[in-house]
């Protein structure tokens, strides 16, 4: 069963500065890994699928990128709405059933 | 636009039994497969079951199968979860969610506002 392991679990970022969340797989999902944003109190949110592919309507300043093990969710400029938890999640084998842990992304 | 209006949840004792209902619309929802997904308070997220879009696949985890049933009514446009034997354990937002396939797999593509599920003893 693959493993997906979010770092750091909190990320303390001031606005306006660079975020940059990580995820690690247990073995290789390709580029099958895909971005989730979740406010307090909402659903969860598409952000990045295939890795680095912008969902629709998500903002440039969001950014994915790796492949194999290894991937990262940029957030070049934080805004205040950016404030939120984020997964990452494999889909290279069905079930979908495995997410990261998340990382609370907060303000400094 | 994709919309996906869950219902059914509430206080339930425990070994009760509760259903939950997603009503679909903005898509073909016969062709697409769906999920539940549950979130425990302060907690992240967990499959719960899925079900293909004709409805004769279905997959369960290990923590649910055999208490849960997921179904799909294609005329009616909605997901249903059959819950019973229910434990504590079991007390979350439960979510459905459409999923889109590209050529890699099938990757979550929108979420409803979930529904409250509370087991009490």
């Known amino acids: 069963e693959i493993v997906m392991t979010q770092s750091p679990a909190t990320l303390s970022v001031s606005p306006g500065e660079r975020a940059t969340l990580s995820c690690r797989a247990s073995?290789?999902?390709?580029?099958?890994l895909a971005w989730y944003q979740q406010k307090p109190g909402q659903a969860p949110r598409l952000l990045i699928y295939?890795?680095?592919t912008r969902a629709t309507g998500i903002p440039a300043r969001f950014s994915g990128s790796g492949s194999g093990t290894e991937f990262t969710l940029t957030i070049s400029s934080l805004q205040s709405e950016d404030f939120a938890v984020y997964y990452c999640?494999?889909?290279?084998?069905?079930?979908?059933?495995?997410f990261g842990q998340g990382t609370k992304l907060e303000v400094k | 636009e994709v919309q996906l209006l869950e219902s059914g949840g509430g206080l339930v004792q425990l070994g009760g039994s509760l259903r939950l209902s997603c009503a679909a619309s903005?898509?073909?929802?016969?062709?697409?497969?769906m999920s539940w997904v549950r979130q425990a308070p302060g907690k992240g997220l967990e499959w719960v079951s899925s079900?293909?879009?004709?409805?004769?696949?279905?997959d369960y985890a290990d923590s649910v199968r055999g208490r849960f049933t997921i179904s799909r009514n294609n005329i009616r446009n909605t997901l249903y979860l059959q819950m019973n034997s229910l434990r504590a354990e079991d007390t979350a937002v439960y979510f459905c969610?459409?999923?889109?396939?590209?050529?890699?797999?099938?990757?979550?593509?929108?979420w409803g506002q979930g529904t409250l599920v509370t087991v009490s003893s």
């Open positions: 969610a459409q999923h889109i396939y590209d050529s890699g797999g099938y990757y979550y593509a929108h």
């Open positions: 903005g898509f073909s929802f016969s062709n697409y497969y």
């Open positions: 295939d890795a680095s």
């Open positions: 999640h494999q889909y290279t084998n069905w079930p979908p059933k495995t």
């Open positions: 079900t293909s879009g004709a409805g004769g696949r279905t």
């Open positions: 073995q290789s999902v390709s580029n099958n």
